[in-house]
């Protein structure tokens, strides 16, 4: 049997991380076996269902590499194909017109709040209590509606629900590839509605008939859904369809280990590339996200489908630790091909203006040493920021106080010799730099700080030698004849004061 697999997310938000950590699952199982990983948006809830969020979803899996094998299906469009089940399940049985109303419904749920409300009185006898606690259980109880044994219609024309016949007795039992085997009591499943008063079908029948119609051998997926497998089970029985083997896997929580939500921080995927994180990084970090084989090296997507199996997720809720994501995406920045990172760092490079094609190429030049020095993308773009400064440039206070006391003559001095270099590399660069401290008997430490101040502004920046190199000699001598002419200004201001 060639393994099927499916994403199935809802287009009533954005690709939440937890979804792309089960498209990442149902990928990798898939690719493990040679088999076939598809995609189907759940936007039968027309209400909340939004073209951009659907937009979003796509945009999420596409950045994150785990677009489906074929063009996504839209259960929307599936609609006139779920009530024909609705019909072949009515004819044989398996499902009954249901003519309960709403407002009958409704009042029978407030019936039972009532009575469970009225047994917490005082100085009610325990028979008594006992009573309207068994009356409440029953009217809060799974529906089971008194149509299901064919009793006839209120009137011809009446409105009716198609609902599945439950099953009356015994347990259900699902041997799920994670949580091991589980059942429940039939008597807890209501009498599920197939479709709604108007005709359409609901998720619950959707699902089940799409997933049969496209083959799905393994439905992968966050066990919030485990109690909705109990209720599609049955439609799989009624239909004699075979039923997919089911995967349920725990719910990613925050590092509090309490279930994810705003407060943890970013959670869709499309934030997470906004805050410059790259998208093997995401998927690296993800599949470990409940999943092992014992080892925890870090996996690209090829290596992912080499390995992943089922019996490596775990039963317990995995954590989201950002200083682990941190640390994977360090990892991926520093094995990123030089042109790819350039192109990912680029929108953050220009969030303030748009660098010259000069600065640029000196931004790839000083890429390999400044990318040891980041953990996601707006932090190597600060790391770069020295090489887009704009003149004139705006001096901290301690540059500042570094120029003052190196004073106009010095900067000259160093000027000149860096203008006179055959070539502007960092060697020459760090041996003219030393020879020159060894002919005035000054230390690198006296001449190091102002030059830095001088060319830098005082962001922070790594050796100088190699800063000096990538910020180029032409652009050098203009920031140190910038400087050099305001600290002479500064002085005959101070001059004329006297």
């Known amino acids: 049997m060639a393994v099927v697999t499916r994403f199935a997310p809802s287009p009533t938000g954005m690709l939440h991380i937890g979804g792309a950590r089960t498209a990442l699952f149902n990928l990798s199982f898939a690719r493990r076996h040679g088999g076939q990983y598809l995609l189907r948006i759940e936007d039968t809830d027309k209400a909340r269902s939004t073209s951009e969020a659907k937009e979003a979803i796509l945009e999420g899996l596409d950045w994150l590499g785990l677009s489906p094998d074929a063009p996504p ?65 029953a009217l809060l109880a799974p529906y089971r509606s008194p149509w299901r044994s064919g009793a006839p219609a209120p009137s011809h024309d009446a409105p009716f629900t198609v609902r599945l016949k439950a099953p009356d007795d015994g347990v259900i039992a699902l041997d799920d590839a994670v949580q091991g085997r589980v059942e429940i009591a039939a008597r807890e499943l209501d009498d599920l509605i197939l479709l709604r008063a108007d005709g359409t079908p609901t ?35 009624a239909m004699g369809w075979q039923t997919p083997v089911f995967a349920h896997i725990p719910l990613i929580h925050g590092p509090d280990g309490k279930k994810l939500s705003k407060r943890h921080g970013a959670q869709s995927t499309l934030e997470f590339r906004a805050l410059g994180y790259l998208p093997e ?16 090296d870090v996996l690209g997507l090829e290596a992912a ?39 990912a760092l680029r929108p953050f490079l220009e969030q303030n203006h748009t660098p010259s094609e ?49 004073g106009p003559e010095r900067l000259e001095a ?15 660069i760090a041996s003219s730099l030393s020879e020159y401290c060894d002919a005035q008997e000054l230390s690198m430490g006296q001449i190091g700080p102002p030059l830095r101040s001088a060319v830098t502004g005082g962001v922070p920046a790594p050796d100088l030698a190699p800063v000096l190199s990538w910020i180029g000699r032409d652009e050098v001598l203009a920031r140190l004849d910038e400087q050099i002419a305001a600290l002479r200004r500064g002085n005959e201001t101070e001059e004329g004061a006297r």
């Not at 950002?322 to 360090?330: E, G, I, R």
């Open 305 to 343: 489908a080499a390995r992943f199996d089922l019996d490596g997720i775990g039963k317990a809720p995995a954590r989201l630790d950002f200083d682990k994501l941190a640390s994977v995406n360090q990892h991926a920045l520093r094995q990123a091909d030089g042109a790819r990172l350039m192109a």
């Open 73 to 137: 299906v839209f259960q929307s469009a599936q609609a006139g194909r779920h009530r024909e089940v609705a019909d072949a399940m009515l004819a044989s049985g398996s499902a009954f017109k249901c003519y309960a109303t709403p407002e009958a419904l409704q009042a029978r749920r407030d019936e039972g709040a009532q009575k469970r409300e009225a047994a917490r009185a005082e100085g009610l006898g325990e028979d008594a209590r006992a009573e309207l606690l068994a009356e409440a259980d």
């Open 203 to 237: 998720y619950m029948l959707s699902v089940v008939v799409d997933d049969h119609d496209m083959g799905i051998t393994h439905v992968l997926r966050g066990d919030d859904h485990l109690r909705n497998a109990f209720r599609q089970l049955p439609i799989y029985t």
């Open 281 to 296: 990084a995401m998927c690296a970090y993800l599949l470990r996200l409940g999943w092992s084989d014992g080892r925890d």
């Open 358 to 406: 000069a600065q640029m190429r000196a931004v790839q030049h000083a890429l390999p040493l400044l990318v040891e020095r980041a953990q996601t993308l707006p932090e190597l773009a600060d790391a770069c920021r020295f090489l887009l400064l704009k003149r004139p440039l705006e001096l901290n206070k301690k540059a500042r106080k570094s120029l003052r006391s190196a």
């Open 414 to 428: 160093l000027r000149e010799r860096l203008a006179g270099l055959a070539a502007f590399d960092a060697g020459l």
